[in-house]
């Protein structure tokens, strides 16, 4: 298994990904959508998850396929961004049919965001533009760090934000994962310079700088953003996908898989005050090719959503009224 040319949920045809953000509420939407509707389902796996018509891609409902999947920030009043897109989707005749009626399905989930440093003093929520702007920004290229429902992302010890990663396999399937890293864990060893995911890791993705060997196993629990915030203020939500040809039932059990990435990567991972969720998607280019296709595209899930979490939180960059440093500043002069 090899990333794809942009290491990103791009490589997988016909996928495209919008950003948009406002640095000073320091809050932001990442779009998922696609040249043609798609199938997905979903695990929830945190105790504090937000989230809309995430019912709709449990495997007994009716409905088949979605055109889009937002990950935003602003907590409850970041739900409101899927509305922005859906108006997108409208406007492109986009959506699932009854009659003349036509209803864009756009499941979504957020991260809290609102004690991230920015102005959160709006009269009227932001995240419905913000939404329609991702969506009508959406493109073959994905970027990283502090964009997008990544602005006002931060880990136990640093900013986070938000990442990508792929993986080409032998049976010619590509696997990939997005991710906004929020976590109420460390992505970090003590010490803040040796990412958790450094087992993982390919190329030198995220620095090079491979495993901490005096990680001390995850007993540190230092946190600076339990410092600086509520500690409720968490979540990682991700969407992995693959052109593997899946049903909703299958998606279900890669969404399942694709969880062990985020405990990998962030220590400790599914506390009650997170709202970890994964998304699979299937654009259902390619057929499986073997019994057991399914389990290896789940592992490949896995190992890009670990990787994806390192890759945005290390691309994270500073901005004026942050309440963390970035993994840039803390190693500066290594």
Known sequence: MIPGPQNAITDISGLRVGNAQDDALKSGVTVLTADAPFTASVSVMGGAPGTRETDLLAPDKSVAQIDALVLSGGSAYGLDACSGVVAGLRAQGRGFRVGEAIIPLVPGAIIFDLLSGGDKGWTDTPYPALGRAAFDAATDHTDIGTVGAGTGAMTAMMKGGLGTASLRLDTGATVAALVVANPMGSVTTPGDRHFWAAPFEIDGEFGGLGPDPASGLGRSMDNRKLTAMLERANTTIAIVATDATLDKAQCQRVAIAAHDGIGR??????????????????????????????????????????????????????????????????????
Do not use: K
């Open 265 to 334: 990567a962030c220590v400790p991972a599914h506390s009650p005050g997170d709202g970890d969720l994964v998304f699979a998607v299937s654009t259902r280019a390619m057929a499986l090719t073997a019994p057991t296709d399914l389990g290896l595209i789940g592992h490949a899930a896995a190992l890009c959503l670990t990787r994806a979490i390192a890759r945005g939180v290390h691309a994270a960059t500073p901005a004026p009224n942050d309440l963390l440093p970035t993994w840039g500043q803390l190693n500066a002069d290594t």
